[in-house]
């Protein structure tokens, strides 16, 4: 199954190439995290780093609207529906509780003392402060 990101991109024919899509899935998923009903304004600037060489941004942008609580592409006439390439009443809804996350007991603590390796070849350090790491300087 796919997220609903992954969905509206590929369904309103946001992906030509591919090389963009990625970035633009993962700017739309962060936002969705952080704001889970952005507005347009929002959405349009948690893109401004991505670049699409290939659709001119449109199917991307209007496949995402969809997500935004300012949207007006759900409340379509019939004369509208021949024109859209997508109905954005099929989608599958936006459940935050469904994102997977990584499951907290596996996360590693970070090391409380500085840790050192050395062999004939290599030297790793791992300091914990910002004092250990300046001291590795000299």
Known sequence: RIHPCQERIAKAHGSQCGFCTPGFVMS??????????????????????????????????DGYRTFCSDCTCTSQTDDDKDDMLFN?????????????????????????????????????????????LLSLRN
């Open 28 to 61: 739309m998923y962060t936002l969705l995290r952080n704001k889970p009903c952005p507005t347009q304004e929002e959405m349009e600037h948690a893109f401004e780093g991505n670049l699409c060489r290939c659709t001119g941004y449109r199917p991307i942008l």
């Open 88 to 132: 954005p009443k099929e989608f599958t809804p936006l459940d935050p509780s469904q994102d997977p996350i990584f499951p907290p007991k596996l996360k590693v603590q970070g090391p409380s003392i500085p840790l050192t390796v050395v062999s004939e070849r290599v030297k790793w350090f791992q300091p914990v402060t910002l004092d250990q």
